[in-house]
């Protein structure tokens, strides 16, 4: 039932979702900006722990409605249900379509726009980054396929919807904290709430990011990668999820790299972001692969 659920999630993502508006959980801001008054204030190793319970609370009603469906109908209505949470958990915004949009910005030639929707991507205002903004964006969309599809993928074969909820659910809150944070002008303190919650999301994030760095390697150039693999492995004194982030970052551009090489240089906004995109989608494929291959071995054994 897995695979079946990733497939129709996958095939009813862009229109279902666009009608329903699934992807906006505002509910869940007002949630987040709840714990923060609460502790954001505060300081100490505790908070952890607290944020774990804060991110697995909105999970448990999501788990309970799955087991109380239980096999009705064939299991029909499970299959439904793990759906509908895949089509929540696959956001907030179809990444495909940000990168859409930013495309058709710089081919229209309006920087403005272009801004804006790689601040979308970012997490954090593009603006002044000059020639930097090329490579921002293309690490950007390597760095949020984890966040959006392939962590919520993970953790949905690991623990079923309960498992993908609790994914998005850890990458929600950090993003909501890491926005208020930057909307005051302050950076998230170490031993902070905020910073508990980014320290939750990377443990969540930790495997699934090397499994998605694994099939940028397999869709890209794969020599490439790997050497920029070794260089992120190097790297030391970052966060549980910065790392993880970098790693993401750098084995994707690897991949890409050779694909760039011949191109002009006021083309390479463009290819970047598109590009970029490409070796997801091939990495999508890959994990479509590897799901249907499992459960395949799964039912022979």
């Known amino acids: ?29 007002r949630y987040c900006d709840w714990a923060e008054r609460r502790l954001g204030s ?37 299959l439904a249900f793990a759906v509908l949470v895949l089509l929540v958990s696959f956001g907030p915004r179809d990444l495909r379509d940000e990168v859409d949009d930013y495309l058709e910005a710089l081919a229209r030639g309006d920087r403005v726009e272009a801004a804006r929707c790689a601040k979308e991507l970012l997490e ?21 396929a984890n966040n959006r599809i392939f962590g919520v993928v993970f953790w949905f074969i690991v623990l079923g919807p ?19 944070a930057a909307r005051r002008g302050a950076p998230v303190a170490p031993g902070s709430f905020d910073a508990a919650l980014a320290v939750i999301h990377g443990l969540l994030a930790w495997i699934p990011a090397r499994l998605a760095a694994g099939t940028y390697a397999l869709a890209g150039s794969f020599e490439d990668a790997v050497g920029n693999w070794r260089a992120a492995v190097d790297r030391v004194g970052e966060g549980i999820l910065d790392r993880s982030e970098d790693l993401l970052a750098r084995v994707g551009k690897g991949a890409l790299q050779s694909s760039l090489a011949a191109i002009a240089p ?15 989608s091939r990495a999508i494929w890959i994990w479509l692969a590897a799901v249907a291959l499992l459960v395949l071995v799964g039912q022979a054994v």
């Open 1 to 29: 039932m897995s695979l079946i659920a990733l497939i129709l999630a996958f095939v009813l993502e862009n229109g279902l979702t666009a009608v329903l508006h699934l992807r906006e959980p505002r509910w869940l801001d």
């Open 42 to 78: 505060r300081g100490g190793g505790w908070l952890v722990v607290v944020a774990a319970l804060l991110v697995l609370l909105p999970v448990i009603p999501v788990a309970g409605v799955y087991t109380l469906l239980g096999s009705h109908l064939l299991g029909l209505l499970q």
């Open 124 to 144: 954090t205002d593009a603006a002044g980054r000059g020639a930097g903004l090329r490579e921002a964006v293309e690490e950007a969309i390597f760095v949020q």
């Open 162 to 180: 309960a498992g993908a909820w609790m994914f998005r659910v850890s990458d929600l809150m950090r993003r909501r904290a890491a926005f208020e």
């Open 266 to 280: 006021d083309a390479l906004d463009s290819a970047a972001a598109a590009g970029a995109w490409r070796i997801v």
